[in-house]
């Protein structure tokens, strides 16, 4: 009987989430315990593991996709198993989900996510609303998080920008009359 890979919950109130990156494809050979996909929630990024060694087949969550918790991304068939794409994969309630700890596996559409950073997912958030590559921040950790992005945004205005954004000395000393 083919093994489910579903969509777990990685937080208490979490409803879905985004399939970031496949490590295997449809039809690659995986161990229990393997990491086959990375997920993304509002605060985290994590690689789920296989939840039983086999083939894997049925992967129905390309990368991006945002997915229900509890909802089947992927089949792993054992040996000797027949499936394909007319099995139909069921949806599991969230509770299961959390429960095995299971997630699917999807083919890798060009590598390591935003060319191979790491950062949180609210910076990479953050970055794309202010159109920033994070391939051009450094930090001393290697990782970035949302502080770094603002620190380049910041560091990027002309020295125009920043000093109308200034308020002027002459505003914030402003002389105020005597009471006598």
């Not at 989430?17 to 605060?43: A, C, F, M």
């Not at 596996?105 to 590559?133: F, N, T, Y």
């Amino acid at each position: 009987m083919p093994t489910h890979v579903i969509m777990p919950a990685l937080e208490l109130a979490q409803e879905t989430g985004k399939v970031v990156h496949w490590l295997k494809r449809p039809g690659d050979t995986v161990q229990k315990g393997e990491p086959i996909v990375e997920i993304e929630t509002d605060k985290v990024t994590v690689e789920i593991e296989a939840p039983a060694s086999g083939v894997l087949r049925d992967v129905t969550a390309a990368e991006g996709d945002v997915v229900p918790v509890g909802r089947t991304i992927a089949l792993i068939l054992g040996a000797g198993e027949a499936g394909g794409a007319g099995a139909a994969a069921p949806v599991m309630p969230a509770a299961s989900a959390a429960a095995t700890g299971a997630v699917p596996a999807m083919p890798a559409a060009g590598g390591a996510p935003a060319g191979g950073v790491k950062a949180s997912p609210l910076a990479r958030r953050i970055a794309e609303q202010h159109g920033v590559d994070l391939g051009r921040i450094r930090t001393a950790t290697g990782r970035i998080e949302k502080a770094d992005v603002l620190a380049y945004v910041e560091s990027q205005k002309p020295p125009a920008a920043l000093a109308r954004e200034a308020p002027s000395w002459r505003a914030t000393f402003r002389r105020r009359p005597v009471r006598r």
